[in-house]
């Protein structure tokens, strides 16, 4: 098997639940992990207890503290959060082999460039072929063999399909697309209108406005999504409608459970004080409503919750603010990018 050997760069939940379903799939896996305890417990006890509780994980699963042995891997999965992404592939960089498949596996944008992970990667991994793989995935469900489908995207769509088959099982299903923007879109966009939704919820805005905040804002990404370079197929697959739908409509989802603190009146500062685990849309709403100006895309479902994070509008006022939109005619046509 060309794939043998899988190297997973982060051991937050996300990574420790990909290198299981790697041994699934009959790969041997490297997994680098940031904390020394992390690592220690996953080579000692089998488990991972602070990201990824009541799992035991695959004997075959080794973890080490060293970012350099990851380049002896075939393929690397990287999913460190999107923030810490570039310092740690930097560090990897130096010593991976030229055309190594590298897999963007979080979800977002750089904060301060505005980048996406792939052109992250492009930077600090010049020898790689990078892709992307994303969709509707809770990690605590795939550690748990339960059935999941994701998009796998690389530009080569031969490539595309042998690294879905060294990757994917019968629970753990891989479609391939070369759409390696479009799929970033869809993961990094999601999250900021979880946070949305979760506010409805929090503030017992009803069923109804929860499937209209849904709607709406996949009428946001769509609209980005097309102007920043996505298909359309792309955004109304697994990695844009499809994570889009599993992330606003479960309190599994730390984007949503935040979103619900919120709108249930606790400070930003209080649930994230509370947290060791990521909610990427919380650094990623700010990108999205600086791509979304430079794209000339209106976006204001983002744009409020934006707003509320960086505590510049209170989340009655939000609201407030959305209610009282001017009303406009459904359905909108795709290259129009106004809203
Ligand atoms: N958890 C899921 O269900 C899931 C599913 C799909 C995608 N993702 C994405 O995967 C990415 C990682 O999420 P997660 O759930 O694995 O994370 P997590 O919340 O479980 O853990 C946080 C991670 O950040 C790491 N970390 C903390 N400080 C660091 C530093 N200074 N440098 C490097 N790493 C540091 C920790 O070691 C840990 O691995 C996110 O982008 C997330 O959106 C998560
Ligand atoms: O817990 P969240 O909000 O980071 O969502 C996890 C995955 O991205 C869902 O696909």
């Known amino acids: 098997m060309a794939y043998q050997k899988i190297g997973v760069v982060g051991g937050g939940a996300w ?9 699934r799939a009959g790969r041997d896996v490297l997994l680098w992990a940031y904390e020394l305890e992390t ?5 000692e006890h089998r488990t991972n207890r602070v990201y990824l509780p009541s799992v035991t994980l695959d004997r075959g699963i080794r973890a080490t503290a060293k970012t350099a042995e990851m380049a ?36 977002g944008f750089e904060q301060e460039t505005q980048l996406f992970l792939t052109d992250v990667l492009a930077h600090t991994l010049p020898s790689a072929i990078l892709g992307v793989l994303s969709g509707p995935s809770f990690a605590a469900e795939v ?31 891989l479609y391939w697309t070369d759409d390696v923007r479009g799929v970033q879109i869809g993961g990094a966009v999601k999250n ?6 979760g506010i409805v919820v929090g503030r017992a805005l009803g069923d109804s406005a929860h499937a209209a905040v849904t709607t709406r804002g996949f009428a946001e990404l769509r609209r980005f999504g097309v102007a920043l370079g996505g298909q359309p197929e792309t955004l109304t697959g697994l990695s844009g409608l499809g994570d889009l739908m599993l992330t606003c409509s479960s309190t599994k989802s730390r984007n949503m459970s935040l979103g619900k603190a919120l709108g249930k009146g606790r400070t930003l500062e209080d649930v994230l004080g509370t947290r060791r685990s990521v909610s990427e849309g919380v650094y990623t709403a700010g990108a999205v409503v600086e791509l979304a100006r430079k794209h000339e895309v209106e976006m204001p479902i983002c744009a409020a919750v934006h707003e509320v994070l960086s505590e510049r509008m209170s989340i009655d006022a939000a609201i407030e603010s959305l209610l009282s939109r001017p009303a406009r005619a459904e359905p909108e046509p795709l290259a129009r990018s106004a809203g």
């Not at 690592?39 to 080579?43: L, T």
């Not at 879905?164 to 629970?171: I, Q």
Request: charged share 20%.
């Open 15 to 23: 990574g420790t639940a990909l290198a299981q379903s790697a041994r």
């Open 192 to 197: 900021v209108l979880a946070i949305a939704a």
């Open 39 to 43: 690592v220690e417990e996953i080579n």
């Open 72 to 107: 002896t891997c075939d393929l690397l999965l990287m999913t460190v959060p999107t923030q810490f992404t570039r310092a740690i592939s930097a560090e990897i960089g130096p010593y991976l082999k030229e055309g190594t498949p590298v897999l963007a596996c979080a979800k």
């Open 143 to 173: 550690a748990r063999n339960l059935p999941t489908a994701l998009t796998l995207a690389v530009e080569d769509e031969a490539l595309g399909r042998e690294l879905a088959e060294a990757l994917g099982h019968r629970n753990f299903r």
